[in-house]
């Protein structure tokens, strides 16, 4: 990692803001999405993996200190995104015919590990909008880790989209001389 200017740390506080922002509306308004990615990944775009993964870390330890007791647990979750996004962003998996097969390789490590997380440490039910359709499954005949995984699957997907389609679009919208800027 290089030294890191006053513009980078900006940068990454607004991304953190961001990610909190984001998770708080879709925990609030009990989303089927979490949106709690979205500053990771701009700041895997903006400044590269390692910075995506330190943004998603202390995402988590903003949220799990201030609203959401779960959000710690899932770090491992936003450091594996912050460093995928950044390295399918610039190996160029994230644009053009590349880009429905760059949001499967995004989300698939990352709902493996959240399922995990999720069945096993909190039996398929946190604070998200989800876990109703967790249970619905489960209740339905399906084994519990398989019932995450399903709705999991679908419902990051859909986060991964919305979180990669944005972040490319507020990142085109950036003034070309600050996109310079920030390159590391």
């Not at 991304?15 to 708080?24: I, R």
């Not at 429905?100 to 398929?124: M, N, R």
């Not at 979180?163 to 920030?182: E, Y």
């Amino acid at each position: 990692m290089r030294r890191l200017s006053v513009r980078h740390l900006a940068v990454l506080g607004i991304c953190v803001a961001l990610n909190y922002v984001g998770a708080t509306l879709a925990l609030f308004l009990r989303l089927p999405v979490y949106l709690d990615a979205l500053g990771t990944v701009l700041a895997s775009f903006l400044l590269g993996p390692v910075y995506g993964a330190c943004t998603g870390t202390a995402s988590a330890l903003l949220s799990f200190a201030v609203s959401d007791p779960y959000a710690l647990y899932y770090a491992p979750v936003q450091i594996l995104l912050g460093f995928l996004a950044g390295i399918l962003y610039r190996s160029g998996w994230l644009k053009g015919m590349k880009f429905p097969a760059g949001i499967l390789f995004l989300t698939l490590p990352g709902t493996a590990v959240s399922s995990l997380i999720t069945a096993y440490l909190f039996g398929g039910i946190t604070s998200s909008g989800s876990s109703l359709l967790v249970q619905l499954l489960h209740h339905g005949g399906m084994n519990l880790t398989a019932s995450v995984f399903v709705v999991q699957i679908l419902t990051d997907g859909l986060d991964r989209l919305i979180l990669v389609s944005s972040m490319l679009a507020l990142q085109r919208a950036l003034p070309a001389g600050l996109r310079r800027q920030l390159s590391l």
